[in-house]
């Protein structure tokens, strides 16, 4: 090897340095830049046919530029037989353009289980929680798991 193809050990693995490869020729799982964080009082919006949320907590986790993120919030729907739509913060900010740019789930596990999508509010630049309540007699626990890359 000559002098010209060394790496200096400083740009290694740091900051718009270099990665280095392993013996598979991979990138080892230590040199990518990863992050998480929990949020027990998320900031949600009351959008289509709900009274109240409340509890919203979620943890994530970002991968370069892909950020995954689990909670639950509690719901309680206006009306029976209704498109319920909830606006969920982003733990980390990204400008969506298509409501495809989140992938995503919601559902509710009781006696009226209910299920929907979450995707991207491009106007607001946040999650959309989107379902059909069928009962709105009494607040609701739901799940959520969602998924989006960061656009600048």
Same mark, same amino acid.
């Given at each position: 090897m000559a002098f010209r193809d060394w790496i200096l050990s400083s740009l290694k693995a740091?900051?718009?340095?270099?990665?280095t490869l392993d013996g598979s020729g991979?990138?080892?799982?230590?040199?990518?830049?990863?992050?998480?964080?929990?949020?027990?009082?998320v900031t949600t919006f009351n959008t289509t046919n709900i009274s109240a949320s409340s509890n919203c907590s979620y943890q994530w986790i970002r991968f370069n530029n892909y950020v995954m993120v689990t909670g639950q919030?509690?719901?309680? @729907?206006?009306?029976?037989? !209704?498109? *319920?739509?909830?606006?969920? /913060? &982003?733990?980390?900010?990204s400008n969506f353009t298509l409501s495809t740019d989140i992938h995503g789930v919601v559902n509710k596990y009781d006696n009226s289980?209910? @299920?929907?999508?979450?995707? !991207?509010? *491009?106007?607001?630049?946040? /999650? &959309?929680?989107?379902?059909?309540?069928?009962?709105?007699?009494?607040?609701?626990?739901?799940?959520?798991h969602f998924s989006y890359k960061i656009k600048p």
């Open positions: 740091v900051a718009n340095g270099v990665a991979l990138v080892p799982f230590s040199q990518v830049p990863v992050s998480s964080g929990e949020d027990l009082a919030v509690t719901i309680t @729907e206006n009306s029976n037989n !209704a498109n *319920t739509i909830l606006g969920v /913060a &982003l733990p980390i900010a289980a209910s @299920e929907g999508i979450v995707d !991207a509010d *491009t106007v607001n630049n946040r /999650a &959309l929680l989107t379902f059909y309540c069928g009962n709105a007699s009494a607040a609701h626990l739901y799940h959520f």
